[in-house]
């Protein structure tokens, strides 16, 4: 597929199906995925696969926090399951001097957002998954996270079950100014002395 093409046409992804991206094909994914822009160097990232039965432990995990409901529960369950792999993105920000955790934040952002393009482009599709159970203690533990750490949500992956419909881009030029378009804010100076 053209770069180009395969930036414009991907989607994220809700229904899955097998197959998904095998150990080593991941691998090497995620080697490319690491040429994102990454200040340092420092990959403040890591990321945890999930396939087969990891996926219902982490569902009874999810269960265990949707209450007394046991719809809510089943509900909870099935969630991980919704494709043959999961990716958790972890977010493991590294103490720098030069290097302030939102440029680690952006650099892991881009990592994981290459990752879905190349996966798009393997024939692949993903869609990112989030959540207030990111931040329970019970899939921390689950997920072995270190306290430092924050878990970005889940990269669901697999093959799509039905090709997503096209997208309507908006125009890119209510995007864009030149500096000399920008208006300047008419500031107060007071007069000092």
Aim: proline share 8%; with cysteine; net charge positive.
């Amino acid at each position: 597929m053209e770069t180009l093409e395969t930036v414009l046409t991907r989607r994220s992804v809700g229904r899955l199906t097998e197959p998904a991206p095998d150990d080593g094909e991941l691998l090497a994914l995620v080697e490319a995925a690491m040429t994102a822009p990454d200040h340092g160097r420092l990959l403040p990232w890591r990321l945890i696969t999930l396939r087969g039965e990891e996926r219902a432990e982490l569902g009874r995990t999810f269960a265990a926090r949707a209450g007394d409901d046991p719809l809510a529960r089943e509900r909870a369950a099935a969630k991980p399951l919704r494709a043959p792999l999961l990716i958790a993105i972890v977010f493991s920000p590294v103490a720098h001097r030069t290097v302030p955790r939102w440029e680690q934040l952006a650099s892991t952002v881009a990592a994981i957002h290459t990752l879905t393009l190349l996966l798009h482009d393997r024939g692949y599709a993903s869609i990112w998954r989030t959540g207030s159970l990111t931040r329970d203690t019970a899939v921390r533990t689950l997920l072995r996270l270190d306290p430092g750490e924050q878990l970005l949500g889940w990269l669901y992956t697999g093959t799509a079950v039905a090709a997503p419909p096209p997208r309507r881009l908006p125009d890119p030029r209510a995007r864009i100014r030149t500096l000399s378009q920008i208006e300047v804010p008419h500031l107060q100076v007071e007069a000092c002395c």
